[in-house]
C-alpha cells in the first residue's frame, strides 16, 4: 500500500514564528487533506488540497502530485496551534480509505 | 451543529466484555468510514459503507469486530471478547459522491470514542 511520511516528527516554536510541515507520498493520489488534532482528538480538516495551492488565513497549502509531496504552512504561530497536525492520502487505486502519516507534533511556546 | 457524531465518548471495560459504539453522520452523506488510533500514531482505516452496503474492510478488521449501518444512516461498531490491545480512539467520518458515485472531497470526522480495556 501507500506510504506516507510526514517531516520534522515534531517542531517546537515561539509565537509568532513561521513553520512549513512537509508530506511525502508514494504513489499517485485521488485525495490530500490536512488534519489538525486537537488535544481531545478531534481531527479538524484544514485543507483538501490533491493539488494546487490554498490559503485559509495564516494557513496555506501547496500539494505537487507529479513530485508526490504536499507542504503545509504556518505564519505567525499561535499557541493554540499546537497540536498534532496529520496529512492522509487516498490513493488512487485504494477506493475512498485514507492513509495517514504519522503526524507533525507542534508545540507553540507563547 | 450538524456535525458527525459518535457515542459514547468513553468506554472502560473489562476485558472479555463486548462493547458496541454508534457513529451518525452528517446527514446528506452516504458514505460512512471507522477507523483506529492508538496513543503516538496517526488514525488507521477498518472499514467503510456506501448506504447500507459494507464496501471494504482493513486486514485490521478481525473477526471480533463487526460494523453495521442498517439503514444507510448511523453505524455501530460492536467488539466482542475485548483485549487489551483493542485500547483506542475509534473514529469515525463521512463523506458524500456525487450521483455518478465518484467520491467528492473532504472527509469528515466525529469526536472518537476512546476504549479503555481493563
Known amino acids: 500500500g501507500i506510504q506516507v511520511e510526514q517531516s520534522p516528527p515534531d517542531l517546537i516554536l515561539q509565537e509568532g514564528a513561521n513553520s512549513t510541515l512537509r508530506c511525502n507520498f508514494s504513489d499517485s493520489v485521488n485525495n490530500l487533506q490536512w488534519f489538525h488534532q486537537n488535544p481531545w482528538g478531534q481531527l479538524i480538516n484544514l485543507f483538501y488540497?490533491?493539488?494546487g495551492t490554498k490559503q485559509n488565513g495564516r494557513l496555506s497549502a501547496t500539494t505537487v502530485a507529479t513530485e508526490r509531496y504536499s507542504l503545509l504552512y504556518i505564519s505567525s504561530s499561535q499557541t493554540t496551534d499546537s497540536g498534532v497536525y496529520f496529512c492522509a492520502v487516498v490513493e488512487e487505486t485504494s477506493g475512498s480509505r485514507l492513509t495517514f502519516g504519522e503526524g507533525t507534533q507542534l508545540t507553540v511556546n507563547p | 451543529d450538524t456535525g458527525v457524531s459518535q457515542n459514547p465518548r468513553h468506554k472502560i471495560t473489562k476485558r472479555g466484555q463486548n462493547v458496541t459504539f454508534r457513529c451518525d453522520p452528517i446527514?446528506?452523506?452516504?458514505?460512512l468510514y471507522w477507523y483506529r488510533q492508538t496513543l503516538g500514531q496517526g488514525p488507521e482505516f477498518l472499514t467503510y459503507?456506501?448506504?447500507?452496503?459494507?464496501?471494504?474492510k482493513s486486514r485490521l478488521l478481525s473477526d471480533r469486530f463487526s460494523a453495521e449501518r442498517p439503514k444507510g444512516s448511523f453505524s455501530t461498531l460492536e467488539i466482542q471478547r475485548t483485549e487489551q490491545g483493542d485500547s483506542a480512539m475509534y473514529l469515525c467520518?463521512?463523506?458524500?459522491?456525487?450521483?455518478?458515485?465518484?467520491?467528492?472531497?473532504?472527509?469528515?470526522f466525529g469526536p472518537g470514542t476512546r476504549l479503555t480495556v481493563l
Open positions: 488540497i490533491p493539488s
Open positions: 467520518a463521512s463523506s458524500r459522491t456525487w450521483a455518478s458515485g465518484a467520491p467528492t472531497d473532504t472527509q469528515y
Open positions: 446527514s446528506e452523506h452516504n458514505r
Open positions: 459503507f456506501q448506504n447500507e452496503a459494507q464496501l471494504e
